[in-house]
């Protein structure tokens, strides 16, 4: 426990269990990213998961829709404190994605239209953990948000869900992500309140 | 001083309340003493923790406002400059209950990126900084490191907000301005200009940045600061513009208070 701020109270009770560490309910949407926001065209759009032997499996957007979708309903969590719970999403399970991907790899980074990257262990992505997303709320998932598709991690800080997905390479080694190198921690649990580095 | 964009472990410490400045009616700037600070770059922000009698706690997160040098010997200071929010739960705290001489818990400092560093590579390219609301604060820390470092980088800042009483640092931004030294600020009223300005009032648009900024072949690093739907709307009139995407550096939070 922290010293006492004299005078202060709290106004709210929020501490539900469903809360990590640190966080606050919000009932919004917040954004957080780092530059402006890309407008990917969906006739354009491709999705690439890359082995590390580097054979690649492509989807475009079409093959993408085709794929049998899932609707989890699963609360988010914000490394700049905020977390919202029961957010309902449509989205193709990672292990869906993955099913007809040979590979030993421990690692995946996802990259993202825009240039953005973030690292974690595949192990992260799959057994119904992760999905790539495309609508939430029951509306396409918007721009500045992270469409037309999005990583969704939802038991790693929100950092890890990588907007605007574009692909993800496998890999032997784990490479540090945009802010991962920047500060961030490398795995990012909310419950053991790891948002920094030596968190 | 250091000046690692990221140093190791962040450890929380406890800052004690130095002096207390009301900014406007609705933000006051917060000034501790943090023994053991380990110095920080212009942009960056710190994570503060408040805890209650009964061991409830919250955290959140705020843009340092004050230079990582000041240019004064002493222990250094960390300036935070804090928007109350109506319904917050913290922020009310921090402008209306926190007295000099309180504790206050903070740990930093967080964030790598949307930081100007006068030393880094690229430091004498022009910058635009543009700000809505109190989105001006970590700009501000960069406007005041500028000038404590002796930067040459030309500044221009435009800085959006909703009439002059919500004005951040309107003196201290007029006094550098006036000092000529290759600061420039433009405002920007969207619902009430100065009286007798005869200013109109409005939003950020292509012509303001066109006109205020700086254009895309004279390579400017650009900070865009505010409220979500401003640094949307600011960033995508930048792309349109002709700015490269990676120039733009944005920061946003939005009506609750989260911010990067």
């Known amino acids: 426990m922290g010293i006492v701020s004299p005078g202060f109270s709290g106004r709210r009770r929020e501490s539900s269990e469903k809360l990590p560490p640190g966080q606050y309910l919000v009932t919004d949407f917040p954004v957080l990213s780092a530059g402006p926001t890309p407008r990917v065209d969906t006739g354009r759009w491709e999705l690439r998961i890359t082995t590390e032997t580097g054979q690649v499996h492509r989807w475009d957007w079409a093959a993408f829709q085709a794929l049998p979708a899932e609707e989890p309903t699963v609360d988010i969590h914000c490394v700049t404190k905020w977390s919202k719970l029961g957010t309902h999403w449509r989205g193709v399970s ?13 690692f995946a980074t996802a990259k ?11 192990a992260d992505l799959v057994d119904g953990q992760a999905w790539v997303a495309f609508d939430f709320g029951g509306e396409p998932l918007e721009a500045e948000h992270g469409g037309p598709a999005r990583l969704l991690v939802p038991h790693l800080y929100f950092w890890k869900s990588a907007k605007w997905l574009q692909g993800i390479d496998l890999s032997d080694h784990d490479t540090p992500g945009f802010w991962e190198s920047l500060g961030y921690h490398n795995y990012g649990d909310p419950w053991r309140e790891q948002r920094y580095w030596g968190d | 001083m250091a000046r690692a964009a990221v140093l190791g472990r962040l450890t929380w410490r406890v800052g004690t309340v130095a002096a207390l400045r009301d900014e406007t009616a609705t933000a006051r700037t917060i000034v501790l003493d943090v023994p053991g600070w380990p110095g920080h770059l212009a942009g960056q922000h710190v994570d503060v923790r408040l805890t209650a009698e009964d061991g409830y706690s919250t955290e959140r997160s705020y843009s340092i406002a004050s230079a990582p040098v000041d240019g004064q010997a002493g222990p250094p200071v960390v300036e ?16 209306q209950t926190l007295a000099v001489g309180y504790p206050l818990e903070l740990r930093g400092p967080v964030g790598g990126w949307f930081v100007w560093n006068p030393d880094g590579p690229g430091s004498t390219r022009p910058v635009l900084l543009v700000a809505g609301g109190s989105g001006v604060v970590p700009l501000m820390a960069m406007i005041r490191e500028r000038a404590a470092a002796g930067g040459r980088a030309p500044f221009r800042l435009i800085y959006s907000v909703r009439d002059p009483g919500a004005l951040l640092y309107a003196d201290e ?14 405002y920007v009223y969207t619902r009430t200009a100065p009286p007798g300005s005869g200013q109109p009032t409005g939003r950020i648009n292509a012509a303001t940045l066109a006109s205020a900024g700086w254009p895309p072949a004279e390579s400017p690093a650009v900070f865009v600061c505010g409220p979500t739907g401003f640094v949307e709307a600011v960033a995508d009139l930048l792309v349109r513009g002709g700015h490269g995407t990676g120039a733009i550096k944005t920061e946003r939070f939005g009506p609750s208070g989260g911010k990067p």
């Open chain 2, 80 to 95: 935070l400059t804090v928007q109350r929010l109506a319904d917050g739960e913290v922020s009310p705290y921090l402008t």
């Open chain 1, 94 to 106: 990672l292990d869906t994605l993955l099913a007809d991907v040979e590979t030993s790899a421990g």
């Open chain 1, 112 to 122: 993202s239209y825009g240039g953005y990257t973030t690292n974690l262990p595949l």
């Open chain 2, 173 to 186: 931004l007029a006094r550098r301005e006036r000092a000529g030294d290759g600061l420039e600020v433009t």
